[in-house]
């Protein structure tokens, strides 16, 4: 959910699938595919004598508005990289709905690329994506989070990369995740705190959908709003877990027709169901229908 003042207003995230910007014939097939939001990847998905063709790629992309209604991101390369000034021009030029910064370190790090927008007139609706892949991201969590609510801030989402963080970290892979989930949790606890978008990491293998699910099911249930994916594979299991169940939909309609009820207007607690509610449960309620509703159009 992205920070609003309307409890109700957010953008869908569930599948996030990522292709490498070199891969044109990936990038063609997306209008058939299902997912809420594609990456764009110019970074370490694409080889250095691929970077200019990919660019082009997303050039081609773009100009001819196969999106389809899902958010278009594009992941750019590190500022350290001689690729990152040909990727913001790029950015500049094609204005998709979001710009992913790799490599996240500090909050300066996401200011400077707000600032650099700002000062070369991108529109407001451009946003910034940060991937928590370093150790120091997870150590300033917060502080990246917080960038979403400075002025002029267009910080919108949080992206984990644990591939990388294990590189850096030397935690060895684990399919229950186990001395990653304080890391995860924190992201979460970060991107909640300041009204952001969390996104979990990739599952690396996508043949084998049974750890996939699992790790969907894991980071549903940890708050997450979606998952990055590599492969359209996994778009359907993540579109099921991240959405809300039957049991979830017909529970929050409930606690709607209480709290619309004639004389609920003044109260901020009542029972449904046999349990007390408040009124931020009504707030939840809303909002899960709205997602619920989203999802329905798309799909009709």
């Given at each position: 959910?992205?920070?609003?003042?309307?409890?109700?207003?957010?953008?869908?995230?569930?599948?996030?699938?990522?292709?490498?910007?070199?891969?044109?014939?990936?990038?063609?097939?997306?209008?058939?595919?299902?997912?809420?939001?594609?990456?764009?990847?110019?970074?370490?998905?694409?080889?250095?004598?691929?970077?200019?063709?990919?660019?082009?790629?997303?050039?081609?992309?773009?100009?001819?508005?196969?999106?389809?209604?899902?958010?278009?991101?594009?992941?750019?390369?590190?500022?350290?990289?001689?690729?990152?000034?040909?990727?913001?021009?790029?950015?500049?030029?094609?204005?998709?709905?979001?710009?992913?910064?790799?490599?996240?370190?500090?909050?300066?790090?996401?200011?400077?690329?707000?600032?650099?927008?700002?000062?070369?007139?991108?529109?407001?609706?451009?946003?910034?994506?940060?991937?928590?892949?370093?150790?120091?991201?997870?150590?300033?969590?917060?502080?990246?989070?917080?960038?979403?609510?400075?002025?002029?801030?267009?910080?919108?989402?949080?992206?984990?990369?644990l591939n990388d963080l294990r590189k850096d970290?030397?935690?060895?892979?684990?399919?229950?995740?186990?001395?990653?989930?304080?890391?995860?949790?924190?992201?979460?606890?970060?991107?909640?705190?300041?009204?952001?978008?969390?996104?979990?990491?990739?599952?690396?293998?996508?043949?084998?959908?049974?750890?996939?699910?699992?790790?969907?099911?894991?980071?549903?249930?940890?708050?997450?709003?979606?998952?990055?994916?590599?492969?359209?594979?996994?778009?359907?299991?993540?579109?099921?877990?991240?959405?809300?169940?039957?049991?979830?939909?017909?529970?929050?309609?409930?606690?709607?027709?209480?709290?619309?009820?004639?004389?609920?207007?003044?109260?901020?607690?009542?029972?449904?169901?046999?349990?007390?509610?408040?009124?931020?449960?009504?707030?939840?309620?809303?909002?899960?229908?709205?997602?619920?509703?989203?999802?329905?159009?798309?799909?009709?």
């Amino acid at each position: 959910m992205t920070m609003n003042s309307d409890p109700t207003a957010f953008a869908l995230r569930r599948s996030v699938l990522s292709l490498p910007a070199s891969n044109e014939r990936a990038i063609a097939k997306l209008g058939s595919l299902a997912m809420d939001a594609v990456i764009l990847d110019l970074e370490d998905a694409v080889a250095e004598e691929m970077k200019a063709a990919a660019r082009d790629n997303i050039r081609k992309f773009m100009a001819a508005g196969l999106a389809g209604g899902r958010e278009i991101i594009i992941r750019i390369n590190d500022a350290a990289s001689p690729h990152y000034q040909d990727d913001l021009a790029l950015v500049l030029e094609t204005q998709p709905n979001a710009v992913l910064l790799p490599k996240v370190r500090t909050s300066d790090d996401v200011l400077d690329l707000s600032l650099f927008l700002s000062e070369n007139d991108a529109p407001d609706m451009l946003r910034i994506w940060a991937m928590m892949e370093t150790p120091l991201a997870i150590l300033n969590a917060g502080s990246i989070a917080e960038t979403g609510r400075t002025r002029g801030g267009r910080l919108d989402c949080l992206v984990v990369g644990l591939n990388d963080l294990r590189k850096d970290t030397g935690v060895m892979p684990d399919p229950a995740r186990t001395y990653l989930v304080p890391w995860l949790m924190q992201v979460v606890l970060a991107g909640r705190g300041f009204g952001l978008s969390v996104i979990d990491s990739v599952s690396n293998d996508f043949r084998d959908l049974a750890p996939f699910e699992a790790e969907c099911a894991q980071g549903r249930a940890m708050g997450f709003d979606g998952k990055m994916l590599i492969h359209p594979a996994q778009i359907d299991a993540a579109n099921r877990h991240f959405q809300p169940s039957e049991s979830e939909i017909a529970d929050a309609r409930a606690i709607i027709d209480a709290f619309s009820a004639a004389g609920a207007a003044s109260l901020n607690a009542l029972s449904v169901g046999g349990r007390m509610v408040e009124r931020l449960h009504f707030q939840q309620a809303l909002a899960l229908i709205a997602k619920v509703d989203i999802i329905r159009a798309r799909s009709a």
